[in-house]
């Protein structure tokens, strides 16, 4: 008699104990799930669902815990491009068209590190498949990288299907080099349309013009390219040069002249930040 009841009592325990795991379990479930335990009285308010069994539990997905996500960032699609920038002090940017070339950009990045300058560079997606070795190194120099669509056409005599392949080539080619996707954009000539904001907004770019054009394109000498910088250096202005396109080693030596009288001068020569709406 005294085995039969020393059974029994351990089979109770056993059963005491796997209710209450179960009860439990089952409290783990309902902080997960929101759901109040059996029998209880609903809130206030719309009527509280039925506890899930156990199988409909695998079917729920689980929301996880995370930083918020961001609210998408939006590109205002403009009607005329940006020429110049408006901040304290004497504020400058320079740029660069139609590179990168390996015979003048690498000389423009060295007196741009000397200095300890930043610029921006807009690239044409031909050029760039061929020198991503230079987008690497202005990555890590500090400086920025825009589109200059791919072959360098003159966007309004193209579709709208053309000049977005100009622009998407051009920017996986710079996200591949450079490590990310331009927010710059400067149509060839400065030619620009209606397609050319629409489809520069869609893909996250701003259009940028210039303010100060050195005319270095048209090799007036080493002389003349300085003196326009210097008569034009005000605060905010966007100054356009040339890294590629033809014989650049005017610009190349006209830069090494007015950079430090820039500076000495107390011009403040950066890059500018992107703006969201």
């Known amino acids: 008699m005294k085995k039969d009841q020393l059974l029994t009592r351990r089979r109770l325990l056993i059963a005491g104990t796997g209710a209450v795991g179960a009860a439990a379990t089952a409290g783990v479930l309902t902080a997960v799930t929101g759901d109040g335990p059996a029998g209880s009285v609903p809130a206030s308010g719309p009527q509280a669902r039925r506890p899930l069994g156990a199988s409909a539990y695998r079917l729920q997905p689980l929301t996880g815990y995370g930083p918020p996500q961001a609210a998408p960032r939006r590109t205002l699609v403009r009607r005329a491009p940006l020429l110049r920038f408006s901040g304290r002090g004497r504020t400058m940017v320079l740029t660069f068209d139609d590179g990168p070339d390996p015979r003048y950009t690498p000389d423009i990045l060295d007196t741009l590190a000397e200095y300890d300058v930043r610029a921006m560079f807009f690239v044409c997606g031909?050029?760039?498949?061929?020198?991503?070795?230079?987008?690497?190194r202005m990555a890590d120099e500090?400086?920025?990288?825009?589109?200059?669509t791919w072959s360098h056409p003159l966007l309004t005599r193209l579709t709208r299907r053309q000049i977005r392949s100009q622009m998407e080539r051009t920017?996986?080619?710079i996200e591949d080099a450079y490590g990310e996707r331009p927010e710059w954009f400067r149509a060839p000539y400065g030619a620009w349309n209606r397609a050319a904001f629409q489809l520069g907004a869609e893909l996250?770019?701003?259009p940028l013009g210039w303010t100060l054009d050195t005319l270095d394109w048209t090799s007036p000498g080493t002389r003349s390219i300085v003196r326009r910088v210097e008569n034009g250096a005000a605060p905010g202005v966007v100054v356009l040069a040339h890294d590629a396109g033809g014989d650049r080693s005017q610009s190349v030596r006209a830069l090494r002249r007015y950079l430090p009288e820039l500076l000495d001068s107390g011009y403040h020569v950066t890059v500018p930040r992107r703006q969201y709406a």
Do not use: P, R, T
């Open 171 to 173: 920017s996986d080619v």
């Open 204 to 206: 996250g770019m701003e």
């Open 142 to 148: 500090g400086h920025v990288v825009g589109n200059h």
């Open 126 to 136: 031909e050029m760039a498949a061929d020198n991503k070795q230079l987008l690497a």
